[in-house]
Nanobody
Framework: QVQLVESGGGLVQAGDSLRLSCAASGRTFSTARMGWFRQAPGKEREFVAVISKSTGFTYYADSVKGRFTISRDNTKNTVYLQMNNLKPEDTAIYYC???????????????????WGQGTQVTVSS
């Protein structure tokens, strides 16, 4: 497993942007498939975006496609989520997740990840 620490959340207005960061410990980061999930009050944790371990292939939930961008910097052991044109329905706790030595390029369910951060709150006011 790897330890993950998210940062960058906050309170913004609709239409604003935020960039979340997730710093990972250990030397296995480059072998990890990295994902972002979110959980709103009373709702299940849902997939947001994923980036593969080597090729940097990305995949997004339909609800954020065209507005959010996931990226990674293996030299800094960090994955990012750039969120543009935020909407009130984006309000949630955002979690970073990792799967070391993942065999599958892309995964969209929480069960396919074995390391999680503590989460960072994103609140978008209308």
């Amino acid at each position: 497993q790897v330890q993950l620490v998210e940062s960058g959340g906050g309170l913004v207005q609709a239409g604003d942007s935020l960039r979340l960061s997730c710093a990972a410990s250990g030397r296995t980061f480059s072998t990890a498939r990295m994902g972002w999930f979110r959980q709103a009050p009373g709702k299940e944790r849902e997939f947001v975006a994923v980036i593969s371990k080597s090729t940097g292939f990305t995949y997004y939930a339909d609800s954020v496609k065209g507005r959010f961008t996931i990226s990674r910097d293996n030299t800094k052991n960090t994955v990012y989520l750039q969120m543009n044109n935020l909407k009130p329905e984006d309000t949630a706790i955002y979690y970073c997740a990792a799967k070391i030595d993942a065999s599958r390029l892309i995964a969209t369910t929480p069960a396919e990840y074995d390391s999680w951060g503590q989460g960072t709150q994103v609140t978008v006011s209308s």
